[in-house]
């Protein structure tokens, strides 16, 4: 099986610039989330999907940061602009569903990408 | 809203010895439990969860984690680690009738030779 995809791996911008990562979940799986690892700390989640639907993302500073899972399959997430804070890991995960409204499922993570700021 | 505190950043350990990672969590609600380890240059992988029954929770690589409600803790521990065991791991929870997980700032194991 699949795990899931992320990319690109590395990525290296000025600020104010623009980036943008994709993630591709491993097949099947409905929920989608995108995590932010500031070096040092535990991942945050940014956003999370349930198909192409947002089920939460109170903590994406949405005058930056933007997502998209437009066919319930395959997400990215922007960053416009940039900013020096921003620099971290990316992680993208996804999970078969959300059962009764609730995160009980595994979250399956890739490998992420790293951000550098400068 | 709630919290996890790893009250390990560090633990250096030799091969063969046992461990114990700590982790306590703070919720105002029931609140389901996970351990995920990453290794260097991979993803997080779930190494085991408590979603409820047994307070004793065995997960792969020989890990195994405890659920204490009233110490608001859920430990994780092996009996004997091994150099492959090296890597960062974080406990993480999320709340019961909710969707958010929210992870520790996570405890950097180092077993050495």
């Known amino acids: 099986e699949a795990g899931v995809a992320q990319s690109p791996r590395y990525k290296i911008i000025e600020k104010r610039q623009s980036v943008a990562f994709w993630c591709n979940p491993i097949s099947g799986h409905a929920t989608l989330y995108w995590y932010q690892q500031i070096l040092g700390q535990g991942p945050k989640l940014l956003i999370q999907?349930?198909?192409?639907?947002?089920?939460?993302d109170s903590q994406l500073p949405k005058d930056r940061f933007s997502a998209e899972r437009l066919k319930g399959v395959d997400s990215t997430l922007k960053i416009q602009p940039a900013k020096l804070e921003d620099s971290a890991v990316y992680l993208c995960?996804?999970?078969?569903?959300?059962?009764?409204?609730?995160?009980?499922?595994?979250?399956?993570f890739g490998p992420g990408t790293r951000l550098t700021v400068l | 809203a709630q919290s996890v505190t790893q009250l390990d950043s560090q633990v250096p350990v030799f091969e063969e010895a046992p461990v114990e990672l700590r982790c306590n969590y703070s919720?105002?609600?029931?609140?389901?439990l996970f351990w995920y380890v990453q290794y260097p240059n991979q993803g997080l992988q779930l190494l085991l969860k408590y979603l409820s029954g047994s307070t004793l929770v065995k997960g792969i690589n020989g890990f195994e984690a405890e659920f204490n409600k009233s110490q608001t803790s859920f430990h994780l521990r092996k009996p004997s680690v091994h150099i492959s065991d090296t890597a960062e791991y974080f406990c993480?929870?999320?709340?019961?009738?909710?969707?958010?997980?929210?992870f520790g700032a996570g405890t950097r194991l180092f077993v050495k030779a």
């Open positions: 919720s105002s609600v029931s609140v389901y």
């Open positions: 993480a929870v999320s709340p019961t009738g909710g969707f958010k997980t929210i």
């Open positions: 999907f349930q198909n192409n639907g947002v089920v939460d």
């Open positions: 995960a996804s999970s078969l569903a959300i059962l009764a409204g609730e995160n009980t499922d595994t979250q399956y």
